[in-house]
């Protein structure tokens, strides 16, 4: 079966650090891969998302940025981190080129930056 | 390109109540529909989908019916319980589109 996998669970970052977050899915092969954000009360940002390896399409210009290294690992990254970053994370995958199965989410990541 | 409109929330309602959260979409072509779940600190849970008209995706005594006719996805529980507590959000997708485009959300507190 598929898993998606997601850390770390919680992560306090001081303003102006690097940020990674990291993404793995096991159990099947060429999947969609999507960053979101959700900030305190509100709904789904979607941040990035990739369909093939290094393929990233960004849907808001940000600090933040995202890499596919491999088929089934996901990255975020930010090179300096501001207050306003954040928020919980949410990494996601899909099994077809069109979403019609919907997304499996992974259990997300609190970054609050102080 | 979607857009999704939910019922604002929070919406409160003591055990056993009915509910229903409104959710209208516009879309190209055929969407499937979805709803999702989160709740309280956890990541996104699929609820249910319908992916053609007159379709009703069903899970856990959660109901929603594909309407074509009036673009709607309404969610529905006959006896909602205090472990219903959560977010819950609308999403359409077409077929040629990567991405699902998700409502903003509606919170539902159900108290004893």
């Known amino acids: 079966s598929q898993t998606i996998h997601q850390w770390p669970a919680t992560l306090v970052q001081p303003v102006g650090s690097p940020l990674s977050l990291e993404c793995t899915v096991e159990?099947?092969?060429?999947?969609?891969l999507y960053w979101y954000r959700q900030a305190a009360g509100r709904g789904l940002q979607l941040l990035f998302y990739?369909?093939?390896?290094?393929?990233i399409s960004s849907e808001v210009p940000q600090n933040l940025s995202a890499s596919r290294p491999q088929d089934r690992q996901f990255i975020l990254s930010s090179k300096k981190l501001l207050l306003s970053d954040s928020g919980f994370y949410l990494c996601a995958w899909s099994p077809t080129r069109d979403s019609r199965y919907g997304y499996t989410f992974g259990s997300g990541t609190r970054l609050t930056v102080v | 390109g979607n857009s999704v409109t939910q019922m604002e929330g929070p919406v409160t309602l003591s055990e056993e109540a009915f509910l229903t959260i409104n959710c209208t979409y516009t879309a190209t072509g055929y969407p499937s529909l979805f709803w999702y779940v989160q709740y309280p600190g956890e990541g996104l849970q699929l609820l249910l989908k319908a992916t053609k008209a007159d379709d009703k995706g069903s899970n856990k005594g959660f109901e929603a019916t594909y309407r074509k006719e009036t673009t709607s996805f309404h969610l529905e529980k006959g006896s909602v319980q205090v472990s219903d507590s959560a977010v819950y959000f609308c999403?359409?997708?077409?077929?040629?589109?990567?991405?699902?485009?998700f409502g903003t959300g509606t919170r539902l507190q159900v108290t004893l």
């Open positions: 990739s369909v093939g390896i290094g393929q």
């Open positions: 999403a359409p997708n077409t077929g040629t589109a990567s991405k699902l485009t």
């Open positions: 159990g099947t092969s060429n999947p969609n």
